[in-house]
């Protein structure tokens, strides 16, 4: 997320091709708001389409890599816990 802020602060400053930069790193660390950040960018031709598609791939391989059993099963739980206090909610009132 700090590499994001620094993008916008780039980006701010007047100086795209360091924020893109900025973009580029936490996009491949699987930032979304970067992500969407470098998209712009793209779209205003600031940022090529190979980049792009590079970006893309290494933010989806940093998601792909961010999953694991306990945590698909964490959320599961978690999923079911929210809605047995959802029914506990709703048997008060």
């Known amino acids: 997320f700090a590499r994001h802020n ?3 602060m780039e980006s701010e ?3 795209p091709d360091r924020a ?3 973009f580029i790193i936490a996009a491949k660390l699987g930032d979304d708001y970067s992500l969407l950040s470098f998209r712009r960018a793209y779209a205003e031709g600031l940022v ?3 980049d792009f598609a590079s ?3 290494a933010h989806q391989a940093a998601l792909d890599a961010m999953k694991s059993p306990q945590k ?3 959320e599961v739980a978690l999923s079911q816990l929210r809605e047995a206090a959802e ?3 709703d048997k008060v009132k």
Do not use: I
């Open 72 to 74: 698909e099963k964490a």
């Open 87 to 89: 029914k506990d909610k």
């Open 48 to 50: 090529s389409k190979e």
């Open 20 to 22: 893109v930069k900025h």
């Open 55 to 57: 970006a893309l791939r």
């Open 6 to 8: 620094l993008g916008v």
């Open 13 to 15: 400053n007047g100086r």
